[in-house]
């Protein structure tokens, strides 16, 4: 891919909403790469890595797809639509404005996955301003996960949903 990927000139004030949706993609793990990966992005009580036993030699296939989504606020109107639900198969919604938000306020998001709240993610949230600090909440029984804000600046907030897929649907 090319960077950047797109350019997007926005003249009106208001909020805008980008999307992205991939098409299904995979990548052949090792089974100990594949079990680092999910430890370290917090996924193992996703799939019950617990439950699964892996043969030593045989790979591991995970199917993905890629859902993302920009808010951009042009100041000088109402950034209201910044709750605005795509319907995306896994998706990050704001409940509080980001562009009105500062230290020591919070922000919380909902996650949902297939239109429901998911609970359990991890959430990281990240500062373009200090990208090697990573902020991590768990998303409760409502999808909701907060974080307290350490600075203003432009957010980044980045979620996984890992699910077993059934045996001999690929």
Not at 36 to 61: M, Q, R, T, W
């Amino acid at each position: 891919g090319q960077d950047p990927a797109g350019v997007l000139r926005l003249k009106e004030p208001g909020m805008y909403i980008v999307s992205y949706y991939s098409n299904n993609n995979t990548i052949t793990h090792t089974p100990e790469k594949f079990q680092a990966y999910v430890k370290e992005e917090g996924l193992a009580n996703d799939i019950h890595l617990d439950k699964i036993s892996f043969p030593p030699d045989a790979p591991v296939v995970e199917a993905y797809q890629r859902c993302a989504k920009s808010l951009l606020h042009v100041p000088g109107a109402s950034p209201a639509g910044f709750d605005h639900v795509l319907g995306l198969p896994l998706e990050l919604i704001p409940q509080d404005d980001p562009s009105q938000l500062s230290p020591p306020q919070q922000m919380t998001f909902q996650i949902l996955y297939d239109h429901k709240p998911l609970s359990g993610a991890t959430v990281v949230l990240v500062n373009q301003k200090n990208p090697q600090e990573l902020f991590k909440s768990t998303s409760d029984e409502k999808g909701l996960a907060t974080f307290a804000l350490a600075q203003k600046g432009i957010w980044m907030a980045t979620t996984i949903h890992m699910s077993p897929t059934p045996p001999n649907s690929q």
